[in-house]
């Protein structure tokens, strides 16, 4: 019994990794200046002799970085959404419901609009204030141990979300022309400011949160049964809570300050995972991340090659597949209701 | 000698348990013991303090006075992981879609068992697999857990707790919105497990039937507690229930066998 699930588990992991080699490949393929898959191969193993060195700045300058980009922020947004949806045990929660997107929106706006600095590791920072501004907020509301903590949680977090927006959108009037065009183009995401010189940091806070996730998996999926039967199990729920809130909150922060505003995945992504593997498993955790990242490659893919010679951002793609997935999805369940 | 020590011997004590919600007194001095491997239910009406108790007990939630002690510890001061080892739990309700297979929340009960790394190694998948059995379930082990009916969800739950190998299962009203076969059923099956049950009833022949030891709650205080048959009067459920009864012998096991009379005003007198 458990050796098949086990041999299962072994034969989406393979499918997965080969779905993941070719989307890279096509990401590094794809794109305005269209090159095979043999030249990125021969580039990526610097095989070829007679190495064009376009070729090679190509990958190595431009897309590789971007495409890791991409990849590492799907695989944060879809554990954020899933860490979060697993400690409220609702299906709805992602890094927006909380209030910890648009509070590192507000860190951003604030910080153009005040010091009208430009795209750079200022605005990184500023971001990450703004979302730690909103979880410690979120906490200090709502994050004393009780009955009801999840749905003080879930109440304070739309509060704060709108709040945070009305003080950006305050700011964007005050702000003149320019400074709301660029700061409006942050806020739709995009992964064209990916370089090697940041791409540590959403890396190692998306390798840590697998490993502390992969480590409390067994107390995540007893919190699923509620918190008075997980109390029993010897689990200190508002700790795990707050914990696995800080770990989401920075997941968020990091990706949003390079990347910008990306909506649905953390929403999205678990729940088509959940249809393939079940909430108990071991991998769920390995198995989100990777198809949110595949998910993003895709997305990003799509963001250079829909418009010519123009790039859409990825928020517009990524809330537009989103909300087609969501209202397919009721349409399932109502044709299976109906049946 | 020995054998005669081990019955007696007192597994929770509670003494002087005192729980208010900000100056509103939920539970009132309460002083009790249980014995290991005795079956008590926990009776009264609704709003007496059952749940808090419980909850107290479990420490879900945790006294504003007074002290419960296992085995002569104060529970506060043990570790999360080592009580949950020796008390496991049961409750009435359990939040909906989760999404997970009937053999996956059996086997959360060995969460406190394990450490971060730890695999399910096989003893513990046949520990999953013989709990499952022993409750009836293993035909349904891979079926979602949102799937079962009432009854099966509390065995599955049950389940869980036998695979937490505790010494003592405590029950907040577990057979609440089953049908009479699964009242039995359910409570049959945690006598059986030979470990010291504490559980909170509504039906008081259910109770008088499994019980060796009742505690009886109004309004937060203990009002009554010992054998069933000391405890189910039809002085007391008069007085705590304010109901009017018969109560007699049931001819299976001469427990006390309450049988309600209608059309009685509340506290008024009258006749048997």
Known sequence: MKNNATKQMVYFSVILLLILIFSFASALSIGAAPLSFSQVFDSVFGLSNDQSSYISSIVWDLRMPRSLL?????CGLALAGLILQKVTRNPLADPYLFGISSGASLGVVALMSVTSLGFGFYLSIGAFVGSLLAVVMLLVIAGHYGPRQVENMLL????????????????????????????????LGSFARADW?????????????????????????????????????GINVSRLRINMLLLSSLLTASIVALCGGIGFVGLMIPHIVRYFVTNGSRFSFFVTAFVGGIFMLWVDIGSRIILTNQELPIGIITSAIGSVFFLSLLYLRKRKALD | MTLISTQQQTILDVDQLCWHVQSRVILDNISCSINKGSFTGVLGPNGAGKSTLLRCFYRYMKPTSGVVRYIGDDIQTLSPTEYAKQVAVVLQHTPQDFQLKVADVVALGLTPHKSWLSRLDANDHAAVQAAMTQVGVSDKQADNFETLSGGEKQRVMIAR???????????????????????????ELAKSLGITVIASFHDLNLAASMCDNILLLKGGKLVASGSPKSVITEHQLSKVF????????????????VTYYYGYVAGADHEE
């Open chain 1, 156 to 187: 304070a977090g739309v509060a704060l979300s709108f709040l945070f927006s009305a003080f950006t959108s305050l700011m964007l009037y005050w702000s003149d022309p320019q400074a709301v065009t660029s700061i409006m183009f942050w806020t």
């Open chain 1, 197 to 233: 010189q940041t791409l540590w940091i959403p890396t190692t806070v998306v390798s840590i949160c697998l490993v502390f996730m992969f480590l409390h998996q067994r107390q995540l999926t007893a919190l699923l049964l509620g918190d008075e039967s997980a109390t029993t199990l």
């Open chain 1, 70 to 74: 991409a990849f590492v922020a799907g």
């Open chain 2, 242 to 257: 304010d109901v009017c009864t018969k109560v007699s012998e049931h001819p299976q096991h001469s427990a006390p066998l």
């Open chain 2, 161 to 187: 707790a036998i695979v937490q190998k505790p010494q003592v299962l405590i029950m907040d009203e577990p057979t609440s919105h089953l049908d009479v076969k699964y009242q039995i059923q359910i409570m």
